[in-house]
Nanobody, 127 residues
């Protein structure tokens, strides 16, 4: 069993930056695809970023591409999400997820492909 704990969410002004961390425990996640999703108020959960096990391949939707960067440190069993140029529409609860996701980018945005989830961390971007 894997436990994921997200940290780093807070209130920030538009244009600012935040770095979220996702610490895993219970077992190594080095062989899992790691991802970040978010759920804005009153909306469905949406895909933000994913990184394959070795860290060389990453995926982003157009809404965050060029502003967000996902990374991982397998030695620390931790994934990160660096968020720059934040906008009010980035306001959401951000969730970390881990799973064995099939090859191909189309699978990565599907929450049901991930086996483990954190409890979420709130990011609020003020205008």
């Amino acid at each position: 069993q894997v436990q994921l704990v997200e940290t780093g969410g807070e209130l920030v002004q538009a244009g600012g930056s935040l770095r979220l961390s996702c610490a895993a425990s219970g077992r190594t996640v080095s062989t899992y695809t790691m991802a970040w999703f978010r759920q804005p108020p009153g909306k469905e959960r949406e895909f933000v970023a994913a990184i394959r096990p070795l860290g060389a391949i990453t995926y982003y939707p157009d809404s965050v591409k060029g502003r967000f960067t996902i990374s991982r440190d397998n030695a620390k069993n931790t994934a990160y999400l660096q968020m720059n140029s934040l906008k009010p529409e980035d306001t959401a609860v951000y969730y970390c997820a881990a799973g064995f996701v099939p090859e191909g980018g189309s699978w990565l945005s599907r929450p049901n492909r991930y086996n483990y989830w954190g409890q979420g961390t709130q990011v609020t971007v003020s205008s």
